[in-house]
């Protein structure tokens, strides 16, 4: 499929980003572009049934799930580091 090992690294990369300490927003673009990769090869496979291999649909999944929780754990941290609850 089309981009599903992008979507599989960007995803992967947007969660230890989303924890280094000023990378936050890093994470943020890396992970909403692993979701929009995800979400275009998750319609792209629906459309054309049997094309794609299923180890190609289930990397672009995994992308799509691992851009979820980074996206989430990235807009968790830059609340954090904005508001100064982690500044010591």
């Given at each position: 499929m089309p981009l599903s090992t992008v979507a599989l690294v960007?995803?992967?990369?947007?969660l230890p980003l989303a924890f280094a300490r000023?990378?936050?927003s890093l994470?943020?673009?890396?992970a909403f572009y692993?979701?929009?990769f995800g979400l275009w090869?998750?319609?792209?496979?629906a459309r054309h049934l049997l094309?794609?291999?299923?180890?190609?649909v289930r990397r672009a999944q995994w992308g799509l799930r691992?851009?979820?929780?980074?996206?989430l754990a990235a807009l968790l941290m830059w609340a954090l580091w904005a508001s100064g609850a982690l500044l010591s």
């Open positions: 960007f995803g992967a990369l947007s000023h990378l936050c994470a943020v673009v890396l692993g979701l929009v090869g998750q319609r792209r496979a094309r794609y291999t299923a180890k190609s691992l851009s979820a929780v980074g996206l």
